[in-house]
């Protein structure tokens, strides 16, 4: 892979040429998703992270970091930190399947009236997590936050609910 390569098919994709995308994606697909391999070692999964990847980069492909001279090292770097978010949703999903596991074997009336702290807002972002499976790059479009700041929110949902639940 030559960096000048790169940077002449980012000049097509800001001209829309969706033949660059073509071009890009069989270029670039297999070294980056040994970078997400590395972290996420689930093929499906992985996969889903290249392909949500590829679809950011078409999205945003008028962002100045790929106007760049190293645009190689760019996507390199955003594949690394797709994989990695992916990872933390994963890992989050997981700590809150105890939770649901157990509302299912014991249901407890008073739940919804301990769960009534949490907002609309913070009940509709959960269902595009966990029931929509959103991932953190398309959440963080949809609430204008960034993936760290989405992670982090998750994260203390996910506490209140257990503390609810206890």
Not at 78 to 86: D, G
Request: hydrophobic share 45%; proline share 5%; glycine share 2%.
């Amino acid at each position: 892979m030559i960096e000048k390569d790169f940077k002449f098919l980012f000049d097509r994709l800001r001209r829309n040429d969706r033949e660059a995308m073509t071009d890009m994606y069989a270029q670039a697909a297999p070294h980056l998703y040994g970078i997400i391999m590395r972290i996420l070692p689930n093929d499906v999964r992985a996969a889903a992270v290249l392909e949500s990847l590829f679809v950011r980069i078409w999205d945003e492909r008028m962002a100045p970091r790929y106007a760049g001279k190293d645009v190689l090292n760019t996507l390199r770097s955003e594949a690394h930190r797709a994989a990695i978010e992916a990872k933390l949703a994963d890992q989050l999903v997981l700590r809150a399947a105890p939770l649901a596991a157990d509302a299912d074997r014991n249901p407890r009336p008073d739940l919804p009236q301990k769960l009534s702290s949490l907002s609309q807002d913070d009940l509709e972002f959960l269902s595009c997590a966990y029931l929509d499976a959103f991932p953190l790059d398309v959440l963080a479009r949809r609430y204008n936050e960034s993936p760290k700041a989405l992670s982090a929110r998750l994260s203390a949902l996910i506490d209140r609910l257990l503390e609810a639940s206890s």
